[in-house]
């Protein structure tokens, strides 16, 4: 099939209505059909479970926030709202589910919880299970107290991971039937503030990107306890680049062979190569984004194609991908979306 479904999660603060969907033609290297999917106040960010069968997505319901199901069709990709868990409190940030589609996850960068519900055979969520309130500050003047900003899980789903971009924070959690209970705490260099984690497939190696000082930080994992250790740490923006920039998203290619960064102020992505052995980056080349503030990029099933959110500029940006050598060639700019930070695939075609 030549055709691919994405969305995309949004801020509802001036013309977002929700999540959008839209159709990738890998044939045509283009990007169409971009239509509101759900109305939902602030999703800004959303994940879809390995089934294609659910989607979540964070959500602010008036003075509450939480966390929203949608089942997906199967042939369309139309999402229908099975129900929504909230609470007092300003929306989490991040969501993920596991790969069995029955613990889904949110971190709160306002809050500083890590929240865990347990789903039901349609992808419905219960009440939460587990939430966990942190505590700790920083250096950075961002850093007054701490901000969870992801929330997920480790490659054999024993541990749940959160980053706190507050206090400079990765934190293990043992997982059992969806309740939480710290088992290790790795700490990032005071004032870096962590933000999102991916991990190689090979399961030893994980990378961080940190918001405040713009770093991938390379670790190796140990999955006997579900500790880090730092390998690496190299800059994602230019030496000579003053500017403001805040480091956004950070994925990994399947075959583990390339790493990408996203800088917002730079306005674009870094590429790296991995080194197989050691778990270390080599900076390969940055790629401009054709955009403002490139809040989240993903990588497309087949990943010859990446797509990056441009929130500032309310546009997506399309580039084609060469395999061997990780290298992004634009394809696509300014395709309209309103408000955009997280964008997300179907796991293959249903068109």
Known sequence: MSKVIGYVGTYTKKDSKGVYQFTLDTEKKEISNVKLAAELSNPTYITVSDDNKNLYAVSKDGENGGVTAFSINSETGELTKL?????????PCHVSVNQSNNNVLTA?????????YL????????????VIEHEGSGPHDRQEKPHMHF????????YAIAIDLGSDCVITYNINEGQLKIAQVYKTRPGSGPRHITFHPNKKFAYIMTELSSEVVALHYDEKDGSFSKQQSISTIPEDFEETNDGSAIHITSDGQYVYAGNRGHNSISLFKVDQDTGELTFKERTSTEGNWPRDFVLDPSEEFLVATNERSNTMTLFSRDKSTGKLAFVQSGVKVPEPVCVKFLNESLL
């Open 119 to 130: 789903t039901n055979e349609d992808g419905s969520l219960n009440p939460a299970t587990s």
């Open 83 to 91: 129900n929504s868990q909230t609470s007092a409190g300003a929306p």
């Open 108 to 116: 709160n960068y306002h809050t500083t919880k890590i929240s865990s």
């Open 151 to 158: 929330a997920g899980f480790t490659p054999d789903e024993k």
